[in-house]
């Protein structure tokens, strides 16, 4: 079946320099990547999503780079702030099916 | 405008209850997912429905699970005879049709089982 592998698990990271989340999707259909936020006790919130028809879209310092033939695509975020520290998730989807979450990544910005 | 509501906001209950958790989507969504997130973890899918076709339910975990959703707005996850295991936070999320639309979360039921 589906499936979306998401690494690391944990990342700890200086304030001011940048992380990078990786996720592996295995469903070639898949063609729509969001990128979920959530702050310990909230709800998980969409900060940025990519199409299959691009290779990197921006938003500020939060950046999102898909390889589709590799299957893959990363999460950027760059001057990290302790107001990052949060869980991450990504996700795949296409038009026919839900998302598949990938398991989480814990970043923590320490300052 | 406003956006997903879930009540209510916190439940505890006994074991061997049953309880009920609403969801009230965005207007116009017409999907409508729910998640169960356990302490620490990742977001366990449970159903998904979509317009007027027969939901997705693949994820409920046993029969004691159910959902409805209701003019195709509202939606009610019932959970009869509660265990332990059921305590998590129970998340609604809603989104245009279509499996490759931005989800938008409601803040979630933390229902605990005593």
């Known amino acids: 079946g589906e499936n979306v592998e998401q690494h690391p698990s944990t990342l700890s990271v200086q304030e001011g320099d940048s992380a990078v989340i990786k996720c592996t999707y295995s469903?070639?259909?898949?063609?729509?990547f969001p990128w979920y936020k959530q702050e310990l006790g909230k709800r998980p919130q969409l900060i940025i999503d990519i199409r299959s028809n691009v290779g990197e879209k921006k938003d500020q310092r939060i950046a999102v780079t898909l390889n589709k033939t590799a299957k893959h695509f990363s999460l950027h975020i760059t001057e990290t702030q302790p107001e990052d520290s949060a869980v991450y998730f990504c996700?795949?989807?296409?038009?026919?099916?839900?998302?598949?979450f990938g398991t989480g990544t814990r970043l923590k910005v320490l300052a | 405008g406003a956006g997903v509501s879930q009540s209510p906001s916190n439940k505890v209950t006994e074991k061997g209850k049953d309880v009920e958790l609403r969801c009230d989507p965005i207007?116009?969504?017409?999907?409508l997912y729910w998640y169960r997130q356990s302490l620490g973890q990742g977001l366990e899918f449970l159903i998904y429905f979509q317009g007027n076709s027969a939901p997705d339910k693949s994820g409920l975990p046993s029969d004691r699970f159910s959902a409805e959703r209701t003019g195709g707005s509202v939606s009610t996850l019932t959970i009869q005879r509660t265990q332990q295991e059921d305590s998590a936070v129970y998340l609604c999320?809603?989104?245009?049709?279509?499996?490759?639309?931005?989800?938008?979360f409601g803040d979630g039921t933390r229902l605990s089982i005593l």
């Open positions: 996700a795949a989807s296409s038009e026919t099916y839900k998302y598949i």
């Open positions: 999320a809603s989104s245009f049709s279509g499996g490759n639309q931005p989800q938008h």
């Open positions: 469903d070639s259909a898949s063609n729509y």
């Open positions: 207007s116009g969504h017409t999907a």
